[in-house]
């Protein structure tokens, strides 16, 4: 069956990687707004009876990202493609993982059902599962939930000693991501203790004590949004007398001003993968969305 590989706008980069791994063509597609602000969508190419891997990350605009997924899977259907698989290295709306409040909209579920009305299959990046242990809980399409783990770990391997290195998780949550790497390479790991007041104010603060002084510290979230997390934590591990502090991400969300934020914290030097387009992008993942997809 002919394959291609339809560009969204904020599936650029990792697109053009994916393609040059799998050998499989971009189609032409024409992407605009309106001036009233609607999203306009034109494939330039043939997708009558193609498989179409359509890359978009659910990231910047959200809303607008989803919106133009929407529009462009729907307008392939139409057209005679015969499979439209959605290729998003970063899967948004993930963390309103239930009602926290009466009558909230339990958005994790409500994009599941969209996305399934448009898709017929899904493959993400380490998807903020936390209340939802699995997509498939959601999702009405089949979902796969690659990981970031491998290449992250080959980084952490590459750049520091595992002699003076403490891989550390800024909370409970991060220690799927931070244990399971730490463990691969032989690195020594902990997770410190988190309590929230709300979105934009935390606290964080060491929980087992190890001996820290004129060692490195890499701490590994999968999300950083606010930035006010992995600041926390920064401060927390410097107060033991640590040598430097170097974050790594999963998700370069940066949302407001998360960096500058990060960087006063005293971050000696801030990595991601490359699942949301950032100038913090060191980690390429695409490699393991084109093994998954051969």
């Not at 309106?34 to 190419?45: A, H, I, S, T």
């Not at 998003?88 to 993930?94: C, D, E, F, N």
């Not at 080959?154 to 790497?181: C, H, L, R």
């Not at 203790?193 to 709300?198: A, L, S, V």
């Amino acid at each position: 069956m002919p394959k291609a590989i339809a560009v969204l706008s904020k599936g650029k980069g990792f697109a053009a990687k994916l393609s040059g791994k799998l050998g499989i063509k971009k189609l032409p597609l024409k992407l605009d707004v309106f001036p009233d602000g609607e999203l306009y969508v034109r494939f330039l190419g043939s997708v009558k009876g193609k498989t179409i891997y359509m890359v978009q990350s659910l990231s910047g605009a959200p809303n607008n990202a989803l919106l133009e997924l929407f529009l462009a899977a729907r307008t392939a259907k139409e057209l005679g493609a015969k499979k439209v698989f959605g290729i998003l290295p970063y899967l948004g709306y993930m963390r309103q993982d239930k009602r926290f409040k009466a009558g909230e909209c339990f958005s994790a579920k409500e994009v599941a059902w969209l996305l399934s009305n448009c898709l017929d299959r899904l493959y993400t990046f380490d998807a903020h599962l936390h209340r939802i242990k699995s997509l498939n809980k959601i999702f009405r399409i089949p979902a796969k939930n690659l990981s970031s783990a491998k290449p992250i770990a080959a980084y952490i391997k590459k750049k520091f000693s595992s002699k003076n290195t403490v891989i550390v998780g800024p909370d409970i949550e991060s220690s799927q991501w931070a244990a399971k790497i730490a463990k691969s390479i032989g690195f020594e790991s902990t997770i410190l203790r988190k309590k929230r007041f709300h979105s934009r104010k935390v606290k964080v603060h060491v929980h087992k004590e190890l001996e820290w002084k004129g060692k490195n510290v890499v701490i590994v979230d999968d999300i950083v949004s606010s930035g006010h997390t992995m600041a926390e934590a920064i401060k927390a591990v410097k107060k033991r007398g640590v040598k430097e502090v170097h974050c790594i991400c999963i998700h370069a969300v940066f949302s407001e001003d998360a960096l500058r934020k990060i960087r006063k914290a005293g971050a000696k030097s801030i990595a991601s993968c490359n699942t949301i387009p950032h100038a913090t992008n060191k980690i390429d993942v695409s490699g393991e969305m084109a093994e998954e997809l051969r």
